[in-house]
């Protein structure tokens, strides 16, 4: 068995959803009632879960997904409602209190909310609690968002120094080319994480939300600077956690390399939005 006491565990949006719009909650049952037996071995589980967009367009029975920002934060906040009910109603049948954790860019990028958050997020796992990732898409523009959710759970496990990270998604993980495509395709059952070679393997996005296998290595790079590893594994499995857990060998495994980074480093390395100034006075001009 697998010897780790915290994972980040990344739900995307085509697996929870009816393609893009509304939420399976059959399907999201299932992985709650997995995630509640590791809860009960002593695993400490944050989140990260998509699917408040799609939500929200079918509650405001919009049949396609807007192209307008203003439109998609508003869908978005009506469907985080029902994303985190959804998840407060499954966890309940197991006795499992969970918290709402909506974050942005600027919490990462602000040092003391990067601590803030952090400590927030420690001590709900200290008190038992599973909290619920989002980013809080409804205040986020273009310029300020993470860009997906795969990007925030890698983040997120820098934030708790979590042993493993698992990416479900809707492949087995990382092949050789799409074996949707190709029949030849082979599975890639290890490698490094921020290997330069794995990103020629990547695909395209699914179509349902912002990220794709590229996404996912990227993910895989930013979490390898606390020393957490990276599972990229099928969400279609019923027990993809559970035989994890076991120690089985489940889809992709990206590894660490042997240097990590301080907790410090690690977050000016996360810096992915850079800004400030830079004056000259009219003495360095002349020289």
Not at 73 to 101: D, S, W
Not at 144 to 171: H, M, P, S, W, Y
Not at 181 to 202: C, F, T, V, W
Request: aromatic share 4%.
């Amino acid at each position: 068995m697998i010897k780790t006491q915290r994972w980040v565990i990344k739900i995307g949006s085509a697996l929870i959803t009816d393609n893009g719009c509304g939420l399976k909650h059959n399907i999201l049952d299932s992985w709650v009632n997995q995630i509640s037996i590791l809860s009960d071995r002593g695993i400490e589980i944050v989140i990260v879960s998509s699917g408040a967009v799609a939500e929200g367009l079918t509650r405001l029975g919009w049949k396609n997904r807007p192209n307008v920002v203003y439109k998609l934060q508003a869908a978005a906040a009506v469907g985080q409602m029902g994303l985190i009910q959804a998840y407060e109603v499954c966890f309940q049948k197991y006795n499992k209190h969970t918290a709402q954790v909506l974050l942005t860019h600027d919490d990462i990028a602000n040092r003391t909310r990067y601590l803030n958050a952090r400590t927030s997020l420690n001590t709900l796992l200290e008190l038992g609690v599973i909290p619920i990732v989002n980013e809080n898409d409804t205040v986020a523009t273009d310029e300020i968002r993470f860009g997906d959710n795969d990007t925030l759970a890698g983040l997120v496990a820098n934030l708790i120094d979590a042993e493993l990270l698992i990416i479900l998604t809707d492949q087995d993980g990382l092949y050789t080319s799409d074996p949707r495509e190709n029949e030849s395709a082979k599975l890639i059952e290890q490698a490094e994480a921020g290997d330069k070679k794995l990103m020629d393997y990547a695909g395209d996005s699914s179509g349902h939300g912002r990220g794709g296998m590229r996404t996912k290595l990227k993910a895989a790079s930013i979490a390898a600077r606390s020393n957490t590893e990276t599972i990229i594994a099928s969400g279609n499995n019923k027990s993809t956690l559970l035989e994890i857990a076991d120690g089985n060998s489940v889809g992709t495994l990206l590894t660490t390399p042997k240097k990590t980074l301080s907790s410090r480093k690690q977050w000016l390395a996360n810096q992915s939005h850079l800004k400030g100034t830079f004056t000259l006075d009219c003495g360095a001009v002349d020289a």
